[in-house]
């Protein structure tokens, strides 16, 4: 009679381990989705540029990285936002990407060989403010010094 009981309770226990199993694999495929979701990372950052063919240029330079699914760079607030998966690039390399076409980000000085070949709309000012709020400013020069 005993064995009878031991050898029920083995089959509940054998039940039991596989029906965990399964529970177990259920959750892992919920796991990976939420992660894929999560692994885009948006940035924004500061990018100097004048004008439609500046915001192409950029553009094109940030999305020429691995990784980066968006890139919108505005011309009045003088900033870029990007969307990248941070398993296949970060923030450095979109900043490098974008100085090499020749504009300057706020971490890295724009290629001045790149600079010198952009069309004469596009030689922006290298003071120019960055991150911007994009209202327009009146000048009104109270900063110069005679
Ligand atoms: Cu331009």
Known sequence: ??????????IIAMGLTSCKNETKKVE??????????IAMTDLSFGVRGNCGMCK????KAANSVEG??????????KKIDVSFDDTKTDAMTIHKAIADSGYDTEKVAGSEEAYDVLPGCCKYDHEMMM???????????????H
């Open 131 to 145: 991150n911007q709020s994009g209202e327009v400013k009146v000048d009104d020069h109270s900063d110069h010094e």
């Open 56 to 59: 192409s240029t950029i553009e």
């Open 1 to 10: 009679m005993k064995k009878v009981i031991l050898s029920v309770a083995v």
């Open 28 to 37: 892992e495929t919920t796991t990976t989705e939420v992660s894929k979701e």
């Open 68 to 77: 980066v699914a968006s890139a919108n760079w505005d011309v009045d607030k």
